[in-house]
Nanobody
Framework: EVQLVQYGGGLVQAGESLRLSCKVS????????IGWFRKVPGKEREGVSC????????YYEGSVKGRFTVSSDNAKNMVYLQMNNLKPEDTATYYC?????????????????????WGSGTQVTVSS
């Protein structure tokens, strides 16, 4: 059974940093994509950053470009989201998810519907 366990999150002030971690178990994820998504009550879940583990291709949502960095440690089956210069509008529940089905080489799935198994979410709150 594939499971995703998330670590990190919490309450920080604007301008500070947090790192989210996601451990993928039950599967070698070398050919997968891992996505980070966030959800605010009353809004749709949105893609924040995604990575194709095999070739390192990445996607960043416009508002996080230059502030967030996604990376993977294949030996540990871990994916990280480093979030710097956090803003109050980054406040949300953050989820990691794995795309296990085939996707076109050179691309990165970015829609929540394209992902197969999800972590349970972790809260990030940024105070002003």
């Amino acid at each position: 059974e594939v499971q995703l366990v998330q670590y990190g999150g919490g309450l920080v002030q604007a301008g500070e940093s947090l790192r989210l971690s996601c451990k993928v178990s039950g599967r070698i994820f070398d050919d997968d994509a891992i996505g980070w998504f966030r959800k605010v009550p009353g809004k749709e879940r949105e893609g924040v950053s995604c990575i194709s583990v095999s070739d390192g291709n990445t996607y960043y949502e416009g508002s996080v470009k230059g502030r967030f960095t996604v990376s993977s440690d294949n030996a540990k089956n871990m994916v990280y989201l480093q979030m710097n210069n956090l803003k109050p509008e980054d406040t949300a529940t953050y989820y990691c998810a794995v795309r296990m089905r085939y996707f076109r080489p050179g691309s990165v799935p970015v829609s929540p519907a394209e992902y197969d198994v999800w972590g349970s979410g972790t809260q990030v709150t940024v105070s002003s």
